[in-house]
């Protein structure tokens, strides 16, 4: 059995009141699936970078599994078709 590795990359910036995160998922050669989120913190709640960190990070890789479920299944109706 021959084992594979993928890796994710996170990329995080921060602009006031804003977060974006960005998951990049490398599976091989040059194919990449990245995944995007963002936090907004409102002006008036205190600052704390982790919050808008862990929000933005999760709402990325829950695009990233999105996307990635979505070219599976593009994957699997291009086998389904006329032989």
């Given at each position: 059995m021959?084992a594979?590795?993928w890796?994710?990359e996170?990329?995080?910036?921060e602009d006031?009141?804003?977060?974006v995160?960005?998951?990049v ?7 990449k699936?990245?995944g995007r ?5 409102n002006?008036?709640?205190r600052?704390?970078?982790e919050i808008g960190?862990e ?5 990325a890789?829950a695009?990233?599994?999105d996307?990635?479920?979505?070219v599976?299944?593009?994957d699997i ?5 006329p032989?």
């Amino acid at each position: 059995m021959k084992a594979k590795e993928w890796s994710v990359e996170l990329y995080i910036t921060e602009d006031g009141t804003d977060t974006v995160a960005r998951a990049v998922l490398f599976s091989g050669g040059e194919k990449k699936t990245t995944g995007r989120g963002r936090a907004r913190r409102n002006p008036a709640d205190r600052e704390v970078p982790e919050i808008g960190d862990e929000l933005a990070v999760s709402r990325a890789l829950a695009d990233l599994a999105d996307r990635l479920h979505h070219v599976a299944g593009e994957d699997i109706a291009q086998l389904a078709g006329p032989a």
